[in-house]
């Protein structure tokens, strides 16, 4: 069976702060893909990154940036300066494709709350 | 190219009702896929469709069924509906079987039973 947890429930930091959300994953499989959502107010979830499990080299994209260590099964998301607009709710999912089919398993995810 | 689409975006129904939400793909995608969020059980996994054929699916009761059609638009229908039923659903689409492939996420749509 596959899990992600997030721990942090509800995160509030003030602008310009930098913030570390926290995802922890299990698998048994060997081949797997990890990937960050945002799902602002309004609903959609938008696509952040995707990490194959044989890649662990870590990555920044502007403000983000990604953390991925497979000896702790992490994959950590960092928001450096953060801005009033990446309120929203985060989601770390997981996916082990079997077959000829997949599916991604959520984390339950962390709310991100930044204030001025 | 133009995001993935959801319709409608709200609905309200009543217990026992049935209900038909549409998914339309983001082109050239063949693959969708489905999910329920809601504050008790987050996001959880309903079914995947690849030409026209279920490849997947989640642990949900039989009200709750799918199809996809040749031009890869989805739609799933629940009938019977229930209280619990009350949920945004979001379709997903990939370029193919979702295996390592990005899955991409429509507006979702917000169902209320009553």
């Known amino acids: 069976a596959q899990k992600v947890t997030q721990a942090q429930t509800e995160i509030s930091v003030v602008e310009k702060e930098d913030v570390t959300l926290d995802c922890v994953y299990e698998t048994r499989d060997t081949t797997y893909y990890l990937f960050w959502y945002k799902q602002p107010p309004s609903g959609e979830l938008v696509f952040l990154i995707r990490?194959?499990?044989?890649?662990?080299q870590n990555e920044i994209s502007g403000r983000y940036s990604w953390n991925f260590q497979k000896s702790t099964s992490s994959f950590n998301f960092t928001i450096t300066a953060s801005q009033v607009v990446d309120s929203a709710v985060y989601f770390c999912?997981?996916?082990?494709?079997?077959?000829?089919?997949?599916?991604?398993?959520f984390g339950t995810g962390t709310r991100l709350q930044v204030t001025l | 190219k133009a995001g993935v689409t959801q319709t409608p975006r709200y609905l309200i129904k009543t217990r026992g009702q049935q209900v038909t939400l549409s998914c339309s793909p983001i082109s050239g995608h063949r693959s969708v896929s489905w999910y329920q969020q809601t504050p008790g059980q987050g996001l959880q996994f309903l079914f995947e469709?690849?030409?026209?054929?279920?490849?997947n699916k989640g642990n949900f009761p039989g009200r709750f069924s799918g199809r996809q059609f040749s031009n890869s638009r989805s739609e799933m229908n629940v009938s019977t509906l229930e209280l619990g039923d009350s949920a945004l659903y979001l379709c997903a689409s990939s370029s193919r079987l979702a295996g390592s492939e990005t899955q991409y996420f429509g507006p979702g749509t917000r169902l209320l039973v009553l």
């Open positions: 990490r194959n499990s044989f890649d662990e």
């Open positions: 999912a997981l996916r082990t494709p079997t077959g000829t089919a997949s599916k991604l398993t």
């Open positions: 469709y690849f030409s026209e054929t279920q490849r």
